[in-house]
């Protein structure tokens, strides 16, 4: 269910946070040409990110990817199959029999099943000997996450974020209604209804929209987190783990959501809105509160603003269900894998490109010091200009990601005051956290895309489409097909490494 934001919120996310560019100096490009010929080639198979290039530049022709060649003596070949369509093409990549020396893949069940099949090439000894910063950066725990048979099969990049949700609302309308930030559902639900209702802009027309979800149930984790659970998420009751998609708590949120849409307080065409649609609506002032991505304050909302200098957003509580219970869905560890497959020639290599980016996180994260950022007073300070017409950068610079919590806070601060490293604070606070990180298991491999398929009833649900009592069916269904077998592996693995903990701690 939460699909909407793994690969396609990954590409967003992971967009926004490149800032820097940084020029290839004449001696390095000089020496590049030199030993051009001489130079090791490996074919790599990565995501674009929807990145476009400056005229005259492309994935295989650029300051970055020069610079990189230059340092690390290689000549890389990039293919960037479309993002619409990336795991797909993964999957023919794979069985095409003309496998490239490396894939960065999003899906941590995409990257289980091929690791059981055997596809790719173990990489500890290549790690030991070649991957001195990816041993230095990237902490055990991600390590851990990456073994199958107690071998690594792929060089994991970190997230930057735990979570990426909160829930921002227009001030300026609330000022104007006399109402204050909501904190509970029910003055949650009696801002939404005064937002939908009261002429919250003053244009005496009846325009505006209380509460903005997207498809598939976007932007909706707020709300399941009142009650204490998320969809997707592996939860702890009575000492074993259950998926939070078939808790009860789930259905007590899909009611209220579906109250919400009867009495016609949700926008009416939230099944249909894509990203550029719900934007569209924020910018226009149509939308007086949802739940945001951390950096949309930079986006959507600041598109606004400048339409309406008069528009005042703020971060407003998370809402607080009947239980006391709040939060969102956590980010996972991982954002992505870089695997080789096993017939590749040019491990060794690919090891080598993978630690250079690790050890020059400053370089390729920023860009060269006083081209696209200086130091000004103490501070940051970050060239916008540049800064956009070089966020192409990231294309390579997330292949490992292995975040510095100093610089971030530095570099988020430099990009004006959008309140990012609040809103990112905010966030870690709020987590509901997912307590299977395991490797996926062979049952998760089988019957992942079929139980997230038959959470398209959630929908049907909160439309009134579907009763309320359609999700104790849809429980039954999940656990029948797959979600049972799940399960069991699931609470296996958690009763496995809740043994380690004991000995690690007592170890301690």
Not at 50 to 63: I, K, L, Q, S, Y
Not at 177 to 191: F, I, Q, R, S
Not at 362 to 369: P, Q, V, W
Not at 422 to 437: K, P
Request: charged fraction near 25%; include cysteine.
């Amino acid at each position: 269910m939460r699909s909407k934001l793994r690969f396609g919120s990954t590409i967003i996310v992971t967009a926004f946070l490149f800032s820097a560019g940084c020029d290839v100096p004449a001696s390095e490009k000089n020496r590049e040409e030199q030993h051009k010929g001489a130079a090791k080639s490996i074919g790599i198979v990565i995501s674009n990110l929807g990145m476009t290039f400056p005229a005259g530049m492309d994935e295989n022709d650029n300051r970055y990817l020069n610079y990189i060649e230059a340092q690390t003596g290689l000549d890389i070949k990039i293919t960037t199959p479309p993002t619409e369509v990336y795991d797909e093409k993964l999957d023919v990549i794979m069985s095409s029999g003309n496998l490239p020396d490396m894939l960065h893949v999003y899906k941590a069940v995409w990257f289980g099943n091929y690791a059981k099949q055997g596809a790719f090439q173990p990489l500890d000894e290549l790690i030991d000997q070649y991957g001195p910063h990816l041993k230095e950066k990237i902490p055990a725990e991600a390590w851990d996450r990456v073994r199958y048979g107690g071998k690594i099969y792929a060089i994991p990049s970190l997230n930057e974020v735990s979570g990426v949700e909160l829930m921002y609302g227009r001030k300026d309308w609330l000022d104007r209604l006399g109402l204050h930030p909501p904190e509970t559902l029910e003055e949650y639900h009696e801002v939404i209804r005064a937002f939908t209702q009261d002429d919250p802009d003053g244009n005496g027309i009846d325009d505006t929209i209380g509460l903005a979800l997207m498809i598939d149930l976007g932007r909706s984790s707020p709300f399941f987190g009142a009650f204490g659970t998320q969809l997707d998420t592996w939860v702890e009751r009575d000492g074993k783990l259950v998926n939070g998609s078939i808790l009860p708590e789930t259905r007590q949120a899909l009611a209220y959501l579906a109250g919400l849409y009867e009495e016609g307080l949700l926008d009416r065409e939230f099944p249909l809105n894509l990203q550029n649609n719900l934007f569209e609506k924020i910018q226009d002032g149509k939308v007086g509160l949802f739940s945001a991505t951390w950096y949309d304050t930079r986006g959507p909302i600041a598109a606004n603003k400048q339409k309406d200098p008069k528009a005042e957003w703020i971060a407003l509580p998370y809402p607080t269900g009947p239980e006391g219970h709040k939060g969102v869905y956590e980010t996972d560890m991982i954002r992505g894998y870089n695997v080789i497959p096993a017939s590749s020639l040019s491990a060794k290599e690919v090891i080598q490109f993978l630690d250079f980016i690790a050890s020059d996180y400053k370089n390729l994260k920023l860009g060269f010091e006083n081209e696209i950022w200086k130091w000004e007073n103490g501070r940051m300070v970050t060239d916008f200009e540049k800064h956009d017409e070089q966020l192409y950068r990231g294309i390579y610079q997330s292949l490992v990601d292995v975040p510095d919590p100093v610089l971030s806070k530095e570099r988020l601060d430099s990009l004006g005051d959008f309140h990012l490293y609040d809103n990112l604070e905010m966030i870690r606070q709020n987590v509901i956290h997912n307590e299977f990180y395991g490797i996926p298991t062979w049952a998760m491999s089988k019957y992942d895309k079929k139980l997230s398929e038959l959470q398209g009833i959630f929908t049907n649900i909160i439309l009134g489409i579907e009763p309320i009592e359609s999700f104790d069916r849809y429980v039954e269904q999940w656990k029948r097909e797959g979600g049972d077998e799940m399960t069991r592996e699931v609470n296996l693995w958690f009763e496995r490494s809740g043994r380690q903990m004991v000995r690690r701690n007592e170890g301690d």
